[in-house]
């Protein structure tokens, strides 16, 4: 009797939600995807700021979680990006916090994604006195992505699209056709065939 004591105590000791958290992450991740990849650009803010207070809802539903946070801090910079302008500045800030949380809680989260995300905020967003640009720390955190995830379509496009960004075209080109490469991933395949189609986009000019 003593082993079935052990097992309902273990029992007992796993989170309820812990298949929930895989079910409400895939619908945040296919969501963003349809926004980020098949809504025309007029559509995109308005159905980003809606997907940010179900991201906010994730995180709370989830607390202690990095996922939750690394994809509420994804949502925030995409927002900002099709926001564009100074009310886009407050939405880094604020993804970056959410990003930052979850770097202190699980760094190897969804496969390093934490460190990709953080990273291409650094080197896209503008530098002081608008904003926390950083390019030092987007190579740091862009390098740390790829040490995890050396296979990934994000952490091969963003570094590829940051080496472009610095000058470097022909390392850049590496990555890139790594990303075109990389393994698909389980129910991400809208966000995998526009992530090529971008990486495809950059090959293009070099």
Same mark, same amino acid.
Request: proline content about 4%; hydrophobic content about 45%.
């Given at each position: 009797?003593k082993w079935m004591?052990?097992?309902?105590?273990w029992?007992?000791?796993?989170p !309820?939600? &812990?298949g929930?958290?895989?079910?409400?992450? @895939?619908?945040? *991740?296919?969501?963003?995807?349809?926004? *980020?990849?098949q !809504?025309p650009?007029?559509?995109?803010e308005?159905a980003?700021?809606?997907? +940010?207070g179900?991201a906010?809802k994730? =995180?709370?539903?989830?607390? #202690?979680?990095?996922e939750? /946070?690394?994809w509420? #801090?994804?949502?925030?910079?995409t927002? $900002?990006g @099709?926001? #564009?302008g100074?009310g886009? /500045?407050?939405? =880094?800030k604020?993804?970056r916090k959410? %990003?930052?949380?979850a770097? &202190?809680?699980?760094?190897? $989260?969804?496969d390093?994604?934490?460190?990709t995300? !953080?990273g291409? %905020?650094y080197y *896209? =967003?503008?530098g002081?006195?608008?904003?926390?640009?950083?390019?030092?720390?987007?190579?740091k955190?862009l390098?740390?992505a /790829?040490a995890?995830n050396?296979?990934g379509?994000d952490a091969?496009?963003?570094? #590829?699209?940051? %080496?472009?960004? *610095?000058g470097?075209p022909?390392r850049?080109?590496?990555? !890139?056709q790594? $990303?075109l490469?990389?393994?698909?991933?389980p129910g991400?395949?809208v +966000?995998d @065939?526009?992530r090529?189609?971008e990486a495809k986009?950059l090959l293009?000019?070099?």
């Open positions: 009797m004591v052990l097992i309902m105590a029992v007992a000791a796993t !309820l939600w &812990a929930d958290l895989e079910t409400d992450l @895939a619908s945040i *991740q296919q969501r963003w995807a349809e926004i *980020q990849y !809504l650009d007029d559509k995109k308005k980003f700021e809606t997907l +940010a179900d906010e994730f =995180v709370a539903d989830y607390p #202690g979680r990095a939750p /946070l690394i509420q #801090g994804i949502v925030l910079s927002y $900002a @099709a926001k #564009g100074l886009a /500045l407050g939405l =880094v604020d993804a959410s %990003l930052e949380a770097l &202190a809680i699980d760094e190897n $989260a969804l390093g994604s934490v460190y995300s !953080l291409s %905020l *896209q =967003v503008p002081w006195p608008l904003g926390f640009g950083d390019d030092d720390k987007a190579r955190y390098q740390k /790829l995890i050396p296979d379509i091969n496009y963003f570094f #590829g699209d940051f %080496l472009l960004d *610095q470097e022909e850049a080109r590496t990555y !890139l790594n $990303a490469q990389a393994p698909d991933r991400r395949s +966000a @065939a526009g090529r189609k986009a293009e000019t070099l």
